[in-house]
């Protein structure tokens, strides 16, 4: 079973950066994806990016329109844990930050709305001030 802790949260002026950590426990790490969503008040989960864990894949990232341009996903396969890295952060991100794992990989090729996510983290809370 894929168990996921998402850490690095916390709270930071508009334009600032931060980075978002998801380690990956369990055997799947280098045979899964791992996707970011974020979910704020009132808001439906949205899909940020996901990325594929292992080394031979055509497509290995996959990123959500709020994503393209300012956010970067990545992987330490040494650490198994997945990054985001998250720059010129806006008050509209402000949200709950949650990895989570698409064994099958769908993601790559059906986008957030076709993949097959499965265990999820805790979360953790980003939150952007004008």
């Known amino acids: 079973q894929t168990r996921l802790a998402e850490s690095g949260g916390g709270s930071v002026q508009a334009g600032g950066s931060l980075r978002l950590s998801c380690a990956v426990s369990g055997s799947s790490y280098g045979s899964v994806c791992i996707g970011w969503f974020r979910q704020s008040s009132g808001k439906e989960r949205e899909g940020v990016a996901a990325?594929?864990?292992?080394?031979?894949?055509?497509?290995?990232?996959y990123y959500g329109d709020s994503a393209k341009g300012r956010f970067t996903i990545s992987e330490d396969n040494a650490k198994h844990t997945v990054y985001l890295q998250m720059n010129g952060l806006k008050p509209e991100d402000s949200a709950m930050y949650y990895c989570?794992?698409?064994?099958?990989?769908?993601?790559?090729?059906?986008?957030?709305?076709?993949?097959?996510?499965?265990?999820w983290g805790q979360g953790t809370r980003v939150t952007v001030s004008s």
């Open positions: 990325i594929y864990t292992g080394t031979m894949a055509d497509r290995k990232t």
């Open positions: 989570a794992a698409d064994p099958p990989c769908a993601v790559l090729y059906a986008g957030f709305r076709g993949a097959k996510f499965g265990s």
